[in-house]
């Protein structure tokens, strides 16, 4: 384990109970749990699964922000925020500061990492590993409404179960999600049909 990994949880914890977020707290631990339940079914690395335990950590830590403090580290990072996202649905952009936030505050580079927490809400086509695994986990965290009825205990398992499983796990994630908002007249993010796309091809 990384000296990263041993202290950004103690930091998400400490900012999420600072902002009186502690249900997203909770979320944010179920969410980094669920990968090491995933990666406890053995079809993933160590270096994967640390990987994608950052990343859990890091996805949700500015949900609690304002839109101006997302703003202000997007910019921090030379980005402009997601056109899409501003003008459709501003609370995505949670997602791309908490991307800048893993930079700027712990000077994250890994690409794959830093891709997963960028597009967690949406999907993106192009993920590697890390990033399907995290939108699998962050779905299937234990703690959510839906979980019992979605069987994601099911897809936990699945998603352990190397490459075919992920995809698997991940496609079924992804057309629910997508197929949600649009039965109830929601935008849906063109990188969300993007990758609904893509995994259909697979």
Known sequence: MTNQLKSL???VAVRL???????????????ASTVERIGAEG???????????RAAWYHDALKADSIDEWLRLIAA??????GWAAA?????????????WAVVKWGEQDTEVLSAVRYHPTGYPDWGTVGW????????????DHALEMQTASLIV?????????RRAAARVLDHR???????????????WAALTASAGT
């Open 17 to 31: 109970a600072e902002r009186g977020a502690t249900g997203r707290l909770e979320h944010v631990r179920s969410v």
């Open 88 to 100: 459709e649905s501003p609370k995505l952009l949670h997602a791309q500061a908490a991307a800048a």
């Open 178 to 192: 997508v197929h949600w908002l649009v039965e109830r007249d929601r935008p849906v993010h063109p990188l969300s």
């Open 158 to 166: 699945l998603a352990g179960q190397g490459p075919a499983g992920l």
């Open 77 to 82: 990072v030379d980005e402009e925020p997601d």
């Open 133 to 144: 695994l995290l939108y699998v986990a962050d779905f299937c965290e234990p703690l959510r």
């Open 43 to 53: 079809g993933w690395s160590q270096a994967i699964v640390d990987g994608t335990t």
């Open 9 to 11: 949880p103690h930091a």
